[in-house]
């Protein structure tokens, strides 16, 4: 205990006997006693929120690696439309139509 034997501790107390006195040591003591317990309530408070602030910290990220995954796909979707509206603003595509040629009986017919 703070690096104190217990030959410490008794003299220590031997002398708050002598000048504090036996009527008002132990509400001396009490009155320590619970000092003692609000800075171990407040050290435990800490603690506690620490460790929520990390748990925190870590749904944080979390949240963030998933709206920047649906923000990369937002990206590609608009991306896309785009490209499909810019592609309806060209001149429409000519549809191609298939030639036939007409056949050597059809030539002499013609002629």
Do not use: H
Not at 40 to 48: D, S, Y
Not at 63 to 74: G, H, L
Request: aromatic share 4%.
């Amino acid at each position: 205990m703070f690096g104190m034997g217990m030959p410490e501790i008794i003299l220590i107390l031997a002398v708050a006997l002598i000048f504090i006195g036996p009527k008002k040591l132990p509400d001396l003591a009490r009155s320590l006693g619970k000092a003692v317990n609000e800075f171990k309530k407040a050290g435990k408070e800490f603690k506690k929120t620490i460790d929520i602030d990390e748990e925190t910290k870590g749904i944080k990220e979390s949240i963030d690696e998933i709206k920047s995954v649906s923000y990369k796909s937002d990206e590609d979707k608009k991306e896309d439309k785009k490209e499909d509206k810019s592609d309806d603003t060209k001149e429409p595509k000519e549809k191609s139509a298939t030639v036939v040629e007409p056949t050597k009986k059809e030539q002499e017919c013609q002629s």
